[in-house]
Antibody, heavy 122, light 105 residues
Framework: QLQMQESGPGLIKPSETLSLTCTVS??????????WGWVRQAPGRGLEWIGS???????NYNPSLKSRISISADAPTSHFYLTLTSVTAADTAIYYC??????????????WGNGTRVTVAS | SFDLTQPRSVSVALGQTAVIPCGGK??????VYWYLQRPGQAPVLVMY???IRPSGIPERFSGSNSENTATLTISRAQVEDEADYYC????????FGGGTHLTVL
């Protein structure tokens, strides 16, 4: 059974770069059926899609974050990554990684990690 | 980007039917997906491609989608159904609705 686990710094200072890792176990991120995505949720707020990456490395980003984000993947280690630059307090959120069925043309998230909390504060 | 509108909250009496709408322009032409999220937990997919329940989701959950509104219906609502519910579509990017908190009274 596929499992996903996010990891990251927990606390980061304003203007710094946030780097998060998603570790996928029980499956390969090279499978063309799936994309691999990131979603975040600010305290007391709804879900915000950040972006995704497919098996070929093609990425798709939320236009509102596009200038600050980068998603990459390392298939041999079954890790994929999120980088978010120039963070502010508005980036404080729980960050989830998730599997996306985009390779089939149906873009939805069927497996989620438990999330990692990121706080931006000086 | 595509706008999805959900009511902030919906209430239902225990054992009755809850209806959670998700509005969007011509949403009936898109595949709609639904997630529930309990406090402190990750979202869980409860409906995909409008009407299909993933394995493990009770038959009490059903979905529909037509014209400008998609709907998640929960029959015989239980205490454990109390959660936040999000609709989602894809419109060159993934878009979530603002979420609806379901209270089971």
């Amino acid at each position: 059974q596929l499992q996903m686990q996010e990891s990251g710094p927990g606390l980061i200072k304003p203007s710094e770069t946030l780097s998060l890792t998603c570790t996928v176990s029980g499956g390969s991120i090279s499978n063309s059926i799936y994309h691999w995505g990131w979603v975040r949720q600010a305290p007391g707020r709804g879900l915000e899609w950040i972006g995704s990456i497919d098996h070929s490395g093609k990425t798709n980003y939320n236009p509102s974050l596009k200038s600050r984000i980068s998603i990459s993947a390392d298939a041999p280690t079954s890790h994929f990554y999120l980088t978010l630059t120039s963070v502010t307090a508005a980036d404080t959120a729980i960050y989830y990684c998730a599997r996306d069925l985009g390779g089939l043309g149906y873009y939805y998230l069927d497996v989620w990690g438990n999330g990692t909390r990121v706080t931006v504060a000086s | 980007s595509f706008d999805l509108t959900q009511p902030r909250s919906v209430s239902v009496a225990l054992g009755q039917t809850a209806v959670i709408p998700c509005g969007g322009k011509n949403i009936g032409n898109k595949n709609v997906y639904w997630y529930l999220q309990r406090p402190g937990q990750a979202p869980v997919l409860v409906m995909y491609r409008d009407t299909i329940r993933p394995s493990g989701i009770p038959e009490r959950f059903s979905g529909s989608n037509s014209e400008n509104t998609a709907t998640l219906t929960i029959s015989r609502a239980q205490v454990e159904d109390e959660a936040d519910y999000y609709c989602q579509v894809w419109d060159t990017t993934t878009v979530f609705g603002g979420g609806t908190h379901l209270t089971v009274l």
